[in-house]
């Protein structure tokens, strides 16, 4: 039963990135006038353009232009950058590990933290403590994420203290695991953007939690709190929460794109910002179908681990 | 029309009498303006007022900026990057003009271009997500698709695509952080609406043969105010944060204009000498973030607290 309801989840998450790869290649049939001058600028020469117009297969039909493009992404070949002419996976090589890195650690970091904050202040609830952390969250929630890199460079890096460098400057072909000071601040900053998010979902969750029968069950039982806390509820008050983390680790695949430009960390946000001012439309496709491929992977992960946490959803017939 | 009306209102009272909805004083009133009631116990909430009073001041300093600014913001005052001075309070930007004008004079555009992508966004979800609702046919599976599918790319990642095709105009923001709205907003009026559409007086002006435009826009629509209500200030506070972000990134407002996301962008690298060109805004879009984002949560707790249904 279970494996027809991932198989059809499956297929849908395909289907999603299909319809996307759509979207994504009529960027470059919505450019104004011809895309390969668009692209390159009116005082191209002509045999740039010509051979630009070759790339993107713009001598044949619609269809037939969509068709390479899709076979090339699905071998993982993006073309050449539109810039520099280098092909798109050596330009983004060590950007996607960089980018993949700063959102791991960032991950590693706010998945935990929300979870105590969620559960500490569900069993702080509507005591001065739950008030003020509520507050806090709220603001934080509120706040683009440039604002709380930009406070963070004024605290840290530029103007209280200068504990932290304040651009994420890397020597070429070093990659940012080599020099984790540079991944602090701008980590710091996607942490701070998601934990109010999670944590919230936790609370709330982990409240329905604590009031229910069984909990109630395992304090009579004589149970230790601690005990009752983090072996029967806090299980339990996660999976509701793992579809919001996954939500927010998605985000970060878009959060990544500000975050990095505020620190000038070498990334795909960075590379992504680059190319829109350039025009490099095959480093925006590559770029963009890579976000939507996380966000579709995630949900997906969410959904499989939903169905595999909840006993009723494991069972059911769909 | 009017008979409708009165139905409609007979059966918002029999549905509350059932539910155990407080009827309070006459259900017609309630039916008629219920944002109103909305609003009013919002604004007994400290927060909500707070966070008026942040957005007033941030927005008045947009407005009236302008009007008091002491120079022109393109006019060049001293040295670029020069501290405070009795001529230029907070210093001058990377190129000589005068911050505190440059400020003053920057808010506009981002406040509008918010609002505008805004009602765009909202307007075209709350249309998608009833019909999706009333439909309950092979529409409402294509919607919720498509939905899904715009869904699928991070919110500025979706805008940045649109203004690497379309080039960096205000339209094109307008459009495309409108668009990233419509799929969230649309969930969330369609689960919304799937109670109401199963209510009676949903049936009843089917029987009456009601057009169904009019039964989505006039039955419908007045049954969903407090998340719509919710929805309009959740998604004011994500597109500041958006357009600002746009804006910061230099794909908003182009040089020489004054504006806070530019000015940010024109002076970042220069934070250590002059922090102030970039602190200035970063303190405006960041209060004016979180006074929308009091004044949403004021709402949502006001609507749970009237609709009695809807547990937080």
């Not at chain 1, 025009?279 to 579709?296: K, S």
């Not at chain 2, 105009?169 to 199963?198: N, Y």
């Amino acid at each position: 039963m279970s494996g027809k309801m991932i198989l059809r989840r499956i297929a849908l998450g395909i289907l999603t990135l299909w319809l996307v790869s759509l979207v994504v290649f009529a960027a470059v049939i919505a450019l104004p006038g011809d895309a390969a001058t668009a692209i390159l600028g009116k005082e191209a020469t002509p045999a740039r353009v010509a051979a630009l117009r070759e790339q993107l297969h713009l001598n044949e039909s619609v269809v037939t232009q969509y068709t390479q493009w899709l076979k090339g992404i699905l071998t993982f070949d993006f073309g050449n950058s539109a810039a520099t002419q280098q092909p798109v996976t050596q330009l983004l090589n060590d950007r996607v590990a960089n980018s993949a890195f700063l959102v791991f650690v960032a991950s590693i970091v706010a998945i935990p933290l929300s979870i105590l904050i969620g559960v500490w202040t569900a069993m702080k609830r509507d005591r001065p403590a739950d008030h003020i952390t509520s507050t806090i969250t709220l603001v934080l929630a509120a706040l683009p994420e440039f604002v709380i890199g930009i406070c963070l460079v004024l605290i840290f890096a530029t103007g209280l203290f200068h504990i932290f460098p304040a651009v994420s400057l890397l020597a070429p072909g070093e990659k940012a695991w080599q020099d984790p000071q540079v991944v602090v601040l701008p980590a710091a900053t996607l942490v701070i953007a998601v934990v109010p998010y999670i944590s919230r979902i936790m609370r709330g969750s982990m409240i329905e939690v604590l009031e229910s029968e069984y909990v109630t069950m395992a304090r009579l039982k004589g149970l230790p709190e601690r005990q009752v806390i983090w072996r029967h509820a806090v299980p339990n008050a996660i999976v509701p929460a793992i579809q919001v983390t996954a939500l927010q680790l998605a985000w970060m695949a878009g959060g990544v794109v500000v975050v990095e430009y505020v620190f000038s960390y070498p990334g795909i946000g960075a590379a992504l910002v680059d190319a829109v001012a350039n025009r490099d439309m095959p480093v925006v496709q590559t770029v963009t179908m890579l976000a939507a491929g996380v966000y579709v992977l995630l949900n997906l992960l969410a959904d499989l681990a939903t169905i595999f946490v909840t006993p009723r959803l494991r069972t059911a017939t769909r | 029309m009017s008979d409708s009306t009165i139905d409609t209102a007979v059966d918002l009272g029999l549905e509350g009498a059932v539910e155990g909805a407080p009827s309070g004083p006459g259900p017609a009133v309630l039916q008629k303006r219920p944002w109103l009631g909305i609003l009013r116990n919002a604004l007994r909430l400290t927060r909500t007022r707070i966070g008026l009073g942040i957005v007033t001041f941030v927005v008045a300093v947009a407005v009236f900026g302008p009007l008091v600014a002491p120079h022109s913001p393109t006019a060049f005052v001293g040295v670029p990057n020069s501290g405070p001075s009795s001529n230029a309070i907070f210093g001058a930007d990377a190129l000589g003009r005068d911050v505190l004008s440059r400020f003053l004079h920057g808010g506009l555009t981002i406040l509008w271009v918010s609002a505008a992508a805004t009602l765009f966004g909202v307007g075209l979800g709350v249309l998608v997500g009833l019909v999706a609702a009333y439909s309950r046919n092979w529409l409402d599976d294509v919607l919720m698709r498509a939905n899904d599918v715009v869904l699928a790319f991070p919110q500025i990642i979706l805008v940045l695509l649109a203004v690497s095709a379309l080039g960096p105009k205000l339209w094109v923001i307008v459009v495309t952080v409108g668009i990233t709205h419509l799929p969230r907003v649309a969930r969330v009026m369609r689960g919304a609406a799937q109670d109401v559409v199963e209510r009676d007086f949903v049936k009843a002006a089917e029987a009456v043969g009601e057009k169904r435009s009019r039964i989505v826009m006039g039955e419908l629509l007045p049954n969903v105010t407090s998340p719509l209500m919710v929805e309009l200030g959740l998604r004011m506070t994500y597109s500041i944060g958006l357009v600002a972000a746009i804006s910061f990134l230099g794909f908003g407002r182009q040089p020489p204009a004054a504006d806070w996301g530019l000015m940010m962008n024109e002076n970042r690298l220069a934070i250590t000498v002059q922090p102030w060109s970039v602190l200035l805004p970063v303190l405006a879009i960041g209060l004016l973030t979180v006074g929308t984002n009091l004044i949403t949560d004021g709402i949502a707790r006001a609507a749970i607290g009237i609709d009695g249904r809807s547990r937080s």
